[in-house]
Nanobody, 122 residues
Framework: QLQASGGGLVQAGGSLRLSCATS????????ISWFRQAPGKSREAVSC????????YYTESVEGRFTISRDNAKNTVSLQMNSLAPEDTAVYYC?????????????????WGQGTQVTVSS
């Protein structure tokens, strides 16, 4: 299972930190990604952190503003989001995959969290 939390309402330029708590699978063997889905749009991959060497990947629109990290001792992944903009408004989901090194395709993910709403006001 994955449990996403940390969403909320923030003004443009502000920050939020999302957390993804996991259980029920060998966390160390899974890459974890954050996806988001804005109203009227398809879900997109935002960031991923691989298993093992914890390499990180970001979609271009969040590069330099978002930072993903994982704590293998606590089986959690965090997404620090800075300099938020209204276009970051979406429901954010965490997901887990054994695909190596990572994948942006939803169908490659085995486990999904329930989503947490992020709303950025202008």
């Amino acid at each position: 299972q994955l449990q996403a939390s940390g969403g909320g309402l923030v003004q443009a330029g502000g920050s939020l930190r999302l957390s993804c708590a996991t259980s029920g699978f060998p966390f160390d063997d899974y890459a974890i990604s954050w996806f988001r889905q804005a109203p009227g749009k398809s879900r997109e991959a935002v960031s991923c952190i691989t298993s093992g060497d914890s390499r990180t990947y970001y979609t271009e629109s969040v590069e330099g503003r978002f930072t993903i990290s994982r704590d293998n001792a606590k089986n959690t992944v965090s997404l620090q989001m800075n300099s938020l903009a209204p276009e970051d408004t979406a429901v954010y989901y965490c997901a887990a995959t054994t695909y190596r090194p990572y994948t942006e395709y939803e169908t490659d993910y085995h486990y999904w969290g329930q989503g947490t709403q992020v709303t950025v006001s202008s």
